[in-house]
T-cell receptor, first 116, second 111 residues
Framework: AQSVTQPDIHITVSEGASLELRCNYS??????LFWYVQSPGQGLQLLLK??????LVQGIKGFEAEFKRSQSSFNLRKPSVHWSDAAEYFC??????????????FGRGTQLTVWP | ETGVTQTPRHLVMGMTNKKSLKCEQH?????MYWYKQSAKKPLELMFV???????ENNSVPSRFSPECPNSSHLFLHLHTLQPEDSALYLC??????????FGSGTQLSVL
């Protein structure tokens, strides 16, 4: 069965520190992979995606993520966190083809707090 | 602005009321989705529509009734809801298996 695990429910970092948010997935084949960010009371905004090709993908707001097939992981990183990055981050997987095309499976999210 | 607009942003309703949530996408996508986001739970996919046809109903109670009159509009009709139905309801659209774009959601409170 498809599933996404974000092992860290809450992470606190100081402004300017580096950040890594973990994501592991279980899927029958190589899925499409996504990271979304959500501010309180808002919808989800796409940070970056992986469909194929280069396993290191760049996104908006200085974020990047690396797909590691051997570890079934798609961790999100940022070298220097800004206070405005405080939000909830969701990892998601989607089917590249077939009857469940377009359907996303989400992790439970990681709440990021940034100390000034 | 993601190109997906949801109204209303906030809704308070009693358990005997009937209300509707509206979603409109201006992206030319062929698929639309309803998700439910409750506190401390993962996002739950409720319904999927492709080319106006419902292709997935994720065991959603019948007190939630979706409607998709065309590829740009999606409604969620609500009736006799329970307090546990209070949540943020998110609409999304995509072109096939591509990126899903989300609306800002409707924060629903059932009293």
């Amino acid at each position: 069965a498809q599933s996404v695990t974000q092992p860290d429910i809450h992470i606190t970092v100081s402004e300017g520190a580096s950040l890594e948010l973990r994501c592991n997935y279980s899927y029958g084949a190589t899925p499409y992979l996504f990271w979304y960010v959500q501010s309180p009371g808002q919808g989800l905004q796409l940070l970056l995606k992986y469909f194929s090709g280069d396993t290191l993908v760049q996104g908006i707001k200085g974020f990047e993520a690396e797909f590691k097939r051997s570890q079934s992981s798609f961790n999100l990183r940022k070298p220097s966190v800004h206070w405005s990055d405080a939000a909830e981050y969701f990892c998601a997987v989607g089917a590249p083809r077939g009857s469940t095309l377009g359907r996303l499976y989400f992790g439970r999210g990681t709440q990021l707090t940034v100390w000034p | 602005e993601t190109g997906v607009t949801q109204t209303p942003r906030h809704l308070v309703m009693g358990m005997t009321n009937k209300k509707s949530l509206k979603c409109e996408q201006h992206l030319g996508h062929n698929a639309m989705y309803w998700y439910k986001q409750s506190a401390k739970k993962p996002l739950e996919l409720m319904f999927v529509y492709n080319f106006k046809e419902q292709t997935e109903n994720n065991s959603v109670p019948s007190r939630f009734s979706p409607e998709c009159p065309n590829s740009s509009h999606l409604f969620l009709h609500l009736h006799t809801l329970q307090p546990e139905d209070s949540a943020l309801y998110l609409c999304a659209s995509s072109q096939g298996g591509g990126i899903s774009f989300f609306g800002s959601g409707t924060q629903l409170s059932v009293l």
